[in-house]
């Protein structure tokens, strides 16, 4: 069985405090995305990696892909109370398989 | 519309009732993705539809449910004699073609209660 874990299942943090979500995998990935979800929405997309070692910016977010493509990691710095949402990892073993996603990260900034 | 549009966005059924969901996927995409999501928790993969391929069916948690698609346009999830652990949304994605290095778009989802 092919299972995404991510880390931590819920996180409550202050404005301005840093954080890191952790996802994490037995198999490697062809490609990893992360997607944002709030009440309501579907999840929308923040960013594609597919290359090992690979780190990409958006704004005060920062992703990396593990070397060996079987991990990543989703950084936020200084969070702002608009970053609230749940935050997924999904990922795809092989290309023209399905898109497998983790449970997720709920993640709440108070003001 | 320019997005994916699903129907109905809510849905009360009765339990043992079957119930059918709708997808209508961005024109031109050719892969399509149902999920479920119960409150809180992530997305739970049930079946995928790439082009002319035979689907991926290997996430449907029992015979009770079921998906269609219409060449590359319209796809519907039917659940038979519905449960009340069916309750979720029913989440619609597609994508232009394989997903790797390909935006996947969601729908807003079809909130099911089964009561």
């Known amino acids: 069985t092919q299972l995404l874990e991510q880390s931590p299942q819920f996180l409550s943090i202050q404005e301005g405090e840093n954080l890191t979500v952790y996802c994490n995998s037995s198999?490697?990935?062809?490609?990893l995305q992360w997607y944002r979800q709030e009440p309501g929405e579907g999840p929308v997309l923040l960013v594609t990696v597919v290359t090992g070692g690979e780190v990409k910016k958006l704004k005060r977010l920062t992703f990396q892909f593990g070397d060996a493509r079987k991990d990543s990691s989703l950084h936020i710095t200084a969070a702002q109370p608009g970053d609230t949402g749940l935050y997924l990892c999904?990922?795809?073993?092989?290309?023209?398989?399905?898109?497998?996603f983790g449970k997720g990260t709920t993640l709440s900034v108070s003001s | 519309g320019a997005g994916v549009s699903q129907s109905p966005s809510n849905k009360v059924t009765e339990k043992g009732k079957d119930v059918e969901l709708r997808c209508d996927p961005i024109s031109g995409h050719t892969a399509l993705y149902w999920y479920r999501q119960r409150l809180g928790q992530g997305l739970e993969f049930l079946i995928y539809?790439?082009?002319?391929?035979?689907?991926?069916k290997s996430g449907l948690p029992s015979d009770r449910f079921s998906a269609e698609r219409t060449g590359e346009s319209v796809s519907t999830l039917t659940i038979q004699r519905t449960q009340q652990e069916d309750s979720a949304v029913y989440l619609c994605a597609s994508s232009r073609d394989r997903v790797s290095g390909n935006t996947i778009y969601f729908g807003e989802g079809s909130w099911l209660t089964v009561v």
């Open positions: 539809f790439q082009g002319n391929s035979a689907p991926d």
């Open positions: 999904a990922g795809v073993y092989q290309a023209g398989t399905a898109l497998i």
């Open positions: 198999s490697v990935f062809s490609s």
